[in-house]
C-alpha cells in the first residue's frame, strides 16, 4: 500500500476543485479528467485561460502528469500584512485562499505529486510540489509541459528569449498566435476579453527560467531554459518548481501596483537590519563617451587621482556612494575574451583602494565594488568569498556585479544565464554577500522572480536595456513598455540621470528633463546618478536638487496615467513620510496630461517645485528646454502637465 494512500482513501480519476479569489471575482480550477491534470482561470465570469495542461516529461520515467487520482484536498485562507526592508510599498497585504491537491499514480509505481493553487484579488499562482518517496530519490526533469492556453488573438508585449543579449532588447507587440519562438518573462498580454495579464513566475531557486511559446497545441507552454545537457533540471527530492502567476486586472496601470510576486516568496530568515538603499555616482558615463578608458593606460579611469575628485563632488553633492569599474587587474586587451583572467583582490597599479577608501570615509562615502566576472563563472567562484572578504576589509559594504557575454562558462562548459547552474551561481553569490552584510546590484543577472523579499541584500538588477544604449540603440518607447513589462517583475538599475544628452558620441534620444523623470517611474533601491558630476554642480545644479531629494524608497505607489508603450505617470509616497513624487515620460508623441491629485492629504497646502519640458522641447531637435514652476497644491486639484516628445517631467509635493 503506498504512503498516501494508507492514510486517505482514494477518489475517482475525474474531479473538479474550485478556489476562488477573497473578493469572489477570480476563479481558479483544477481538473482531473480520465486521470490527466489541467487547470482553467477565469474573472467576472469571462474565460482569461481555457483549460491547459499541466505535468512534467521526467528521464527514464513515465510523463509524471497521467494516470493520477486525487487523495486529499486540503484549503485554508490566508490574510496577512508585512512591511518590506524597502520597494515600491512598505506595508503589504497578502490575502489569499489556497487548495492544495495531493496526487497519486493509480498504478505502480503509484508516484506521488502535488499541486499547490493560490487565488488573489490580483492574480493566481501554482506550482509543482513532489515529494521524497521510496520509487524515487533525484530526477531530471526533461521538460515542463505547463500550458497558458489564452486566446491566440489576444495582443501581447514580449522580448524574445535564448538571444546573446539576454535580457537586453526592444518590446514589441505580437498576437499571441505569433509567438512561435520563446519570449521571456513577465510577459503581458491583452485579452480579447479585456483583461490584462502579466505571466510571470516566482521564488526561483536551483531550477531554469521560465520562457513561453506557442506550441505544437495551438497554445502557449512553458519552455523552461535548458543546461548544456539538454535537460531542464536535476533535482533532489522533495521538490517544489517556482510558483507560475499571472497577474490580472482590467487596466494596465493596475498591473504595476500588485505586490503578487512578492507575496509568493518567503519572508527573511535572518535580519537584514543593515541592509540599506544608496544614491551613488560613478566615472562609468565618462568612459562611455570616450573620456576615460577600463582598461589601463593613459587615459585609464579607475586611478586614485580621479576617484578622490569623485569623493570631493559626492561629499559636495550629498551623494553617499562611488562605483569605480575598471579597478582590478583583468581589463587589459579583448576583455570580453579575456574575463577568464579577472583578479577581484589585485588592483591596478594606480589605484590604491586603502587610500581611496579611507579618503572615502573622512568624507561620508562609501564605494562601491565592482565585479564584472564576463560570465566566467568558474573563475569568479574559484575567488568568490576571499573577493568578499577583501572589500570587508575596506569597509566595501555594495557591489555591482556584471556578467557580460552570451553564455556563461561553468563546470567548464557554456550554460545559458538564466539556465539552473546560472540561478544556483546566483543564488551561492547572493546568500554569500549577505553572509558579509554586502549589499549586490546585479547587472546581465537572472530575471527577478522576487526573492528580494527573502533577501532583500539584492537591491537592483539589470535585465533589459538600459542608458547604455543610449546614443541610437533606444527610443522613447522603451521606458514607456518598461513599467507594463520587465518592472513588474522588481526594480532596475537604468542608470538614470544624465544631462549631456547632446553628447555628439553618445546623442540620447530623452529631453534633460526627462532624466529625472526615470527616478520616479523607473524604481530601484540603489539609484545611480551616471553623469559625470560636472554637470550636475556646474551645468544643471537645479535640476539635480530634485536627484538629491528624491527618496529610494516609497510608502506606496499611484499609478495616474498610461497606455502601454505610449506612457506612464506614477505618484509615490515616501517612505515613512508625508511628501509625494510624481514621475511621467512619453513616446516619441508629445502630450499634455491633466493629474487628479486626490492622494493627498484633505486640507493641507503642499510646497510643489514642477520639473517639466518647455513648450518647443524635443528629444531631437531642443533636448535641453525646461521649466522649473514653484506651485502650491491641494487635495482635489487638477494639475495640467506638458511632455515634449521623448520627453517627461517630474513633480515634488513638499508635506509643510
Request: glycine share 8%; net charge negative.
Amino acid at each position: 500500500m503506498s504512503f498516501w494512500g494508507g492514510l486517505f482513501k482514494k477518489q475517482k480519476t475525474d474531479a473538479i476543485y474550485e478556489v476562488k479569489s477573497p473578493n469572489g471575482r477570480i476563479n481558479l480550477s483544477f481538473v482531473l479528467e480520465h486521470g490527466r491534470i489541467f487547470y482553467e482561470v477565469e474573472k467576472d465570469g469571462k474565460m482569461i485561460v481555457r483549460r491547459s495542461r499541466l505535468g512534467m516529461e521526467l528521464q527514464d520515467m513515465h510523463p509524471l502528469g497521467e494516470g493520477l487520482c486525487v487523495v486529499r484536498a486540503y484549503n485554508r485562507t490566508t490574510d496577512q500584512t508585512w512591511e518590506a526592508k524597502w520597494g515600491e510599498q512598505r506595508v503589504i497585504r497578502d490575502n489569499y485562499n489556497e487548495t492544495v491537491i495531493y496526487l497519486e499514480e493509480v498504478v505502480k509505481p503509484a508516484r506521488l505529486l502535488t499541486l499547490r493553487f493560490r487565488a488573489y484579488d490580483d492574480g493566481i499562482a501554482f506550482r509543482y510540489e513532489i515529494p521524497a518517496q521510496p520509487e524515487m530519490s533525484q530526477i531530471t526533469i526533461l521538460d515542463e509541459l505547463t500550458e497558458f492556453s489564452f486566446d491566440t488573438n489576444c495582443r501581447s508585449w514580449s522580448i524574445p528569449a535564448f538571444q546573446p543579449d539576454r535580457y537586453e532588447y526592444d518590446y514589441h507587440e505580437h498576437r499571441v498566435r505569433d509567438l512561435k519562438e520563446s519570449v521571456h518573462t513577465p510577459l503581458t498580454i491583452l485579452t480579447t476579453a479585456g483583461h490584462y495579464v502579466a505571466l510571470h513566475e516566482a521564488a526561483l531557486y536551483n531550477y531554469g527560467s521560465m520562457t513561453v511559446k506557442l506550441n505544437k497545441r495551438g497554445s502557449l507552454c512553458s519552455d523552461i531554459t535548458p543546461l548544456s545537457d539538454g535537460a531542464r533540471a536535476h533535482v533532489s527530492l522533495p521538490f517544489s518548481t517556482p510558483w507560475r502567476m499571472m497577474i490580472i486586472e482590467n487596466d494596465a496601470l493596475d498591473l504595476t501596483t500588485s505586490r503578487l510576486m512578492l507575496n509568493l516568496n518567503e519572508a527573511p530568515r535572518e535580519d537584514f537590519d543593515w541592509v540599506e538603499p544608496i544614491k551613488f555616482l560613478g566615472i562609468w558615463w565618462a568612459m562611455y563617451v570616450g573620456e576615460w578608458t577600463w582598461a589601463p593606460g593613459d587615459r585609464h579611469g579607475a586611478t586614485t587621482e580621479h576617484a578622490k575628485q569623485y569623493i570631493d563632488y559626492c561629499r559636495d553633492l550629498g551623494i553617499k556612494g562611488l562605483l569605480i569599474e575598471g579597478w582590478n587587474d583583468g581589463w587589459e586587451g579583448d576583455w570580453l575574451q579575456n574575463g577568464v583572467n579577472n583578479k577581484f583582490m589585485v588592483s591596478t597599479p594606480d589605484f590604491n583602494i586603502q587610500e581611496i577608501t579611507d579618503y572615502g570615509r573622512e568624507n561620508g562615502v562609501e564605494l562601491i565594488g565592482h565585479h564584472e566576472t564576463v560570465g566566467f563563472v568558474d573563475n569568479y567562484e574559484s575567488q568568490l568569498e576571499d573577493s568578499y572578504k577583501y572589500l570587508n576589509k575596506y569597509g566595501v559594504r555594495y557591489i555591482k556585479s556584471g556578467y557580460a557575454g552570451s553564455r556563461m562558462v561553468i563546470n567548464g562548459k557554456r550554460e545559458f544565464h538564466h539556465s539552473q547552474l546560472g540561478v544556483l551561481h546566483y543564488q551561492r553569490a547572493l546568500e554569500l554577500a549577505a553572509k558579509y552584510h554586502i549589499m549586490l546590484d546585479v547587472h546581465e543577472p537572472i530575471k527577478s522572480t522576487g526573492i528580494e523579499r527573502t533577501w532583500p541584500n539584492l537591491m537592483t538588477r539589470e535585465g533589459a536595456r538600459g542608458q547604455e544604449y543610449e546614443g541610437g540603440a533606444l527610443v522613447p518607447s522603451h521606458a514607456c513598455f518598461l513599467p507594463y513589462t520587465r518592472l513588474l517583475a522588481g526594480g532596475m538599475d537604468y542608470t538614470s540621470g544624465i544631462f549631456d544628452v547632446c553628447n555628439y558620441t553618445k546623442r540620447m534620444a530623452t529631453t534633460i528633463t526627462r532624466q529625472i523623470a526615470y527616478y520616479v517611474t523607473i524604481y530601484s533601491s540603489m539609484q545611480m546618478a551616471a553623469d559625470r558630476p560636472q554637470f550636475y554642480k556646474d551645468n544643471y545644479p537645479d535640476l539635480f536638487n530634485f536627484i538629491r531629494n528624491v527618496p529610494l524608497s516609497w510608502e506606496k505607489s499611484v499609478p495616474l496615467f498610461g497606455e502601454i508603450g505610449k506612457s506612464f505617470v506614477v505618484a509615490r509616497q515616501a517612505w515613512k513620510k508625508k511628501d509625494w513624487y510624481v514621475g511621467g515620460v512619453t513616446n516619441e508623441e508629445g502630450r499634455r496630461v491633466e493629474l487628479y491629485l486626490d492622494f493627498l492629504e484633505e486640507g493641507v497646502n503642499y510646497k510643489a517645485k514642477l520639473y517639466r519640458d518647455a513648450e518647443d522641447a524635443h528629444y531631437r531637435e531642443n533636448q535641453l528646454a525646461y521649466v522649473i514652476e514653484d506651485k502650491i497644491l491641494r487635495k482635489g486639484d487638477r494639475l495640467e502637465v506638458y511632455m515634449a516628445p521623448g520627453g517627461g517631467f517630474a513633480l515634488e509635493i513638499l508635506h509643510p
